[in-house]
């Protein structure tokens, strides 16, 4: 060492080698398995509730990125959901299938499921887990825009879902019996069943005994084999960002319903009453966050056309004398439109009929209120202009000759030309019966 510290790129050589080693002793590694530190690598811990939809894929989908981003151990994915869209659906489990980070579905807390898209998404998980009181199952696919398909179109989503989650199963190694029996027959077992039959594997009473369960356990990921270590990890709660949380919220089809409903009230108002601008512009916003909804939601494009020919009715009162029949027409098209938006078997894409009847009820309310405001306008007698003149009464202060010949009155503190049918002498009181230009009718009082 005394001589090499001669060598004028002994330094450059050392760190050479440094380099070199370490990098020998990381293949090394690599082949019997992952590094493992002494302070294990965090777990990125996800909840996710209800409805699987665009919003929650892109979430679910972040999550994941972030967690190889972020050095994660483990991503733990907890699961409570009804079901979902199925294109949704599948980006997650194609998201779960290229992780690098092995991903833990945890059906989960008690009470809670994983139906429909659910039972996809804990099949394809590295490994998966329920807490007792929990259940799993009923993954028939159904037409989520409500319509009837013939038999064979029937037969062609089913086998297709069959296949599917038999494709899962076997990648996952769990029971692909079952799974197509939960697609076939629409069957629903507990987590002890599942646990049985080698659907999940495992059974956790909260995330600390998940955690503690997983902790030493040999997963298949897209890098090779990863050990998880779960003893002394730090747990990050991933949460949904503002934007997410949003977008969630306006796709459930009663959210959706009432942005129509304001959006529509808001033109209408912009209608009739021109250059009032808030209300249109809040109408706009409303609108176009329902019609983002829209896209994730089964509508049914004839219930949207006769909403929308419900606003054409309610303006048309406005500008047509039709004693009320548009009002009436656009409050069917309003009822029929509402009950026809949303059609599906699945009563989480439905709209509540206790949103629904509030919500038509006011919406009706509101346009017959305005549409009174409005003809109570138009009746009202003028209070300005030369209009507003007529009724006033006033006194004649140069006599007025019969047929063309005109005099002078004094009415509302002015003086103005007058003519009358019959001659009406100086002094006489007088009542404003027209307008003729800068002339006034009178006749005596």
Partial sequence: MKHLSRIPYAPAILFFFLVLSSVTGRSVADEKGPLQPNTPPPIHYIVVEGIINPVVSEFIAKGLDDAQAGGAGVVVLQL???????????????AIFASEVPVVVYVAPAGGRAASAGVFITYAAHIAAMAPGTNIGSAHPVAIGGGKLDETMVKKVENDAVAYIRSIAKKRKRNAEWAEKAVRESV???????LELKVIDIIADSRTELFKTLDGRRVETVRGVRVIRTEGAVVVDVEMNLRSRILRAISNPNVAYILMMIGLMGIYFELSNPGVILPGVLGAICLVLAFYSFQALPVNYAGLILIGLSLVFFFAETQVV???????????????????????????????????????????????????????????????????????EGTVVEDIGGGERNGKVFVAGEYWDASSDAPVERGAMVKVVGVDGMVLKVIRK
């Fill in 188 to 194: 629903n077992i507990t987590a002890g069943e599942a």
């Fill in 80 to 94: 409570d959901t009804p079901g979902g869209l199925d294109l949704s659906m599948r980006d997650i489990i194609k």
């Fill in 322 to 392: 039709s004693f009320g029949l548009l009002t009436m027409a656009g409050v069917v098209s309003l009822v029929l439109g509402s009950l026809m938006l949303f059609k599906s078997p699945l009563p989480f894409m439905r709209l509540s009929i206790w949103v629904l009847l509030p919500t038509v009820i006011l919406m009706t309310l509101f346009v017959l209120g305005t549409t009174y405001l409005a003809v109570t306008v138009h009746r009202r007698r003028p209070v300005s202009g030369v209009d507003a003149m007529v009724g006033e």
